[in-house]
C-alpha cells in the first residue's frame, strides 16, 4: 500500500508563487513516477508534471516555464514549485504514485486546494 499526503495549497494572488509538498509513505521501492494533477472548477483533470526515480521531468504546455517538479527520494518527497500564478491555476492539486514496473496503477492523494483569485 502507498499512503500519499499533500500539503502546501492555500490562497495566492496573482503572479505570486507556491510550493506544494507531496510526502509518500508504505511500499514506495523501486522505480516510479510521482505526478501531479489538478482539477479545476468544472474542468477534466489534467496531468500538471511528472518526474521520475531517474529524474525525467514532464510538464503540461501551461504551466511550462511557471513550474518545476522535483524529488528527494532520501525523503520520498515531491516538489512542485509554482511561480507567476494565474486565476486559472486555481484548482485541488493531487499528488499521485506509480511504479514503473509489476503494478502499475496509480496511488492518489487526497489533494490540496490552490486559488488564485482573478
Known amino acids: 500500500q502507498v499512503h500519499l499526503v499533500e500539503s502546501g495549497g492555500g490562497l495566492v494572488q496573482p503572479g505570486g508563487s507556491l510550493t506544494l509538498s507531496c510526502s509518500a509513505s508504505?511500499?514506495?521501492?523501486?522505480?516510479?513516477?510521482m505526478s501531479w494533477y489538478r482539477q479545476g472548477p468544472e474542468k477534466e483533470r489534467e496531468l500538471v508534471a511528472s518526474?521520475?526515480?531517474?529524474?525525467?521531468?514532464t510538464y503540461a504546455d501551461s504551466v511550462k516555464g511557471r513550474f518545476t517538479i522535483s524529488r528527494v527520494d532520501a525523503e520520498s518527497t515531491v516538489f512542485l514549485h509554482m511561480t507567476t500564478l494565474k486565476p486559472e491555476d486555481t484548482a485541488v492539486y493531487y499528488c499521485?504514485?506509480?511504479?514503473?514496473?509489476?503494478?502499475?496503477?496509480?496511488?492518489w492523494g487526497q489533494g490540496t486546494q490552490v486559488t488564485v483569485p482573478s
Open positions: 508504505g511500499n514506495i521501492f523501486g522505480g516510479n513516477v
Open positions: 499521485t504514485f506509480r511504479r514503473l514496473s509489476g503494478d502499475t496503477s496509480d496511488h
Open positions: 518526474i521520475s526515480t531517474g529524474g525525467v521531468k
